[in-house]
């Protein structure tokens, strides 16, 4: 009998931040807590926040330190001190769920609203 489970793939976009060091805290300190320095505007710092569609937010360590975060759809955004930044999804469906993906990274991720 033929198993009928899908194979799962992972769909990866990233990028690079050129010539900076990102502050993990500060990013951690946003994603996790909605908390950023004095003088931005609270109302367009939840609105931002609410965009992103948080779901969990870790900080982590292993050759480089980073940020790991996880949207309600599932993608996985991790940012690196050294400025990249990689955005994963696993799935059974590439074409529909790359769609996805790339929706989120131009929408949200690169957004300067």
């Known amino acids: 009998m033929m198993d009928s489970k899908k194979a799962k793939y992972t769909i990866t976009y990233g990028g690079w931040y050129q010539r900076t060091t ?4 500060e990013i951690y300190d946003f994603l996790a807590l909605q908390r950023v320095k004095p003088g931005l505007d609270p109302k367009t710092i939840k609105k931002n926040h609410a965009q992103l569609q948080v779901s969990e937010v870790t900080r982590e ?3 480089l330190e980073f940020v790991r975060m996880i949207t309600s759809e599932g993608i996985e955004v991790r940012y690196y001190e050294d400025g990249i930044y990689v955005l994963e999804l696993v799935t059974e469906e590439i074409e529909a769920d790359r769609k996805i993906l790339e929706s989120y990274f131009s929408r949200k991720t690169e957004s300067r609203d």
């Open 22 to 25: 990102l502050h993990l805290s």
């Open 61 to 63: 360590a292993g050759h």
